[in-house]
């Protein structure tokens, strides 16, 4: 079965430079939500995509942005990097029935290491 | 405070054991309450979701909420090397919505 699908798996990047960070979801799913996990911490939520539309939004510095495309990909850009920003970052796809259980399906996350 | 509280661990037992974990919440707008999986360098997976109180059993695993008492257990019987993983709880308002996880705790079953 097709899963969720990021890219890169892994980025290395120098403080103040830029990352963008892809996620693919699983086909015919229409939601998004990204992650954030620090060393030993637990996933926090970022920000989330309906239809291409932001629907929630978390934690997620003014530095940060991202968007929904028409083919359900999204794209999360980080830019003047930090040291703090050094993570594993997850996307999740789902979905969409209501407010029945959506479950979300994890990918396998990229590892941004900001040096 | 953390809206979700879970012991860290690790948490070590032998093969065969039963295994319980735990989470604790302050939020008493959660309803859905989940357990993911989660091993070295893969995302979560999900193992058991719950709706309100209530347990529910899906094999040797059994999910146990008391909205009560804001508190939600996951219990491994028969417990097997392959359970070795980091288990988080996490938990959400309405099943469409953000999930809040808890910290995960570290298992290791010993052969």
């Known amino acids: 079965a097709a899963g969720v699908i990021q890219s890169p798996r892994h980025l290395i990047k120098e403080k103040r430079e830029t990352a963008t960070l892809k996620c693919y979801p699983i086909p015919r799913h229409d939601t998004v939500y990204w992650y954030q996990q620090g060393p030993g911490q637990d996933p926090q939520f970022l920000i989330s995509f309906y239809e291409k539309m932001q629907s929630d939004k978390g934690s997620i510095p003014d530095r940060f942005s991202a968007q929904q495309f028409s083919d359900y990909h999204s794209e999360l850009n980080m830019s003047s990097l930090e040291l703090g920003d050094s993570a594993l970052y997850f996307c999740a796809s789902s979905v969409r029935q209501g407010l029945l259980y959506n479950e979300q399906f994890f990918g396998p996350g990229t590892r941004l290491t900001v040096l | 405070q953390k809206e979700v509280e879970q012991d860290p661990g690790p948490l070590s037992v032998p093969e065969g054991a039963i295994v319980s974990l735990n989470c604790t919440y302050s939020?008493?707008?959660?309803?859905?309450f989940m357990w993911y999986r989660q091993y070295s360098r893969k995302g979560p997976e999900l193992l058991m979701y719950t709706y309100s109180s209530g347990n529910k059993e899906d094999g040797r695993f059994t999910a146990q909420v008391d909205k009560s008492s804001k508190y939600i257990s996951l219990f491994i019987r028969d417990s097997q090397p392959s359970d070795s993983a980091t288990y988080l709880c996490?938990?959400?308002?309405?099943?469409?919505?953000?999930?809040?996880f808890g910290t995960g705790t570290r298992l290791t079953i010993i052969p």
């Open positions: 939020n008493s707008a959660f309803q859905y």
């Open positions: 996490a938990m959400t308002p309405f099943g469409n919505e953000k999930l809040t």
